[in-house]
């Protein structure tokens, strides 16, 4: 039961993150939605659980615009198409109905092909990376020294990304009051 209700809540943020990465240019197409409405009905059978204040990736997604940049935008939803790839994977190998299977694996190419189209990147590496920093002990003392000794060159690099970000920033600016005074 406990599964179906994390199903349904998994579907409903689902259904939401494709409505808003395809509101822009283009619409889920028609036989896209019918799969999406299929595994649906086959998945969700109770939505009380859609609607437990817990999103997925929702929470993520209304701070995307706001906090961060487009590059970085690309990135983290790339990142969440490698997610929802790795979801359908894990589902299509737990399923026993071969058209749940086939519905599954149609969902997952649109989804591999909108992250080819839109979101091209580094996704895997960078999260590679990630969970290689998230997995350091930050309780080991030899950890601890190791990073006290890196630190001066970790923070020189730091700031001249922070300094090549400003130095873009102020090019765009100088650019766009230049067009505005033409």
Known sequence: MIAQHAMALFWGVCLLTLGWMTYGEASVSENLDKSIDEL???YIKNDSELHN?????IRVLKDIKVNLEEPEQNLLMSIIMDTYSRIFTRMKNDSQ????????AHVQEHLKKLQENYFPGKSA???AYAETLWAIKEDD??????????????YREATQLRNLKN?????????ITKKQKS
């Open 53 to 57: 204040a817990h999103p997925v990736f």
């Open 40 to 42: 649906k009905m086959h």
């Open 167 to 175: 130095k873009e920033r102020r090019r765009r600016q100088a650019k």
């Open 125 to 127: 590496e960078l999260k």
């Open 97 to 104: 109905d071969e058209a749940t299977k086939e519905r599954l």
């Open 141 to 154: 003392p030899v950890v601890q020294f190791k990073a006290l000794f890196e630190l001066k060159r970790v």
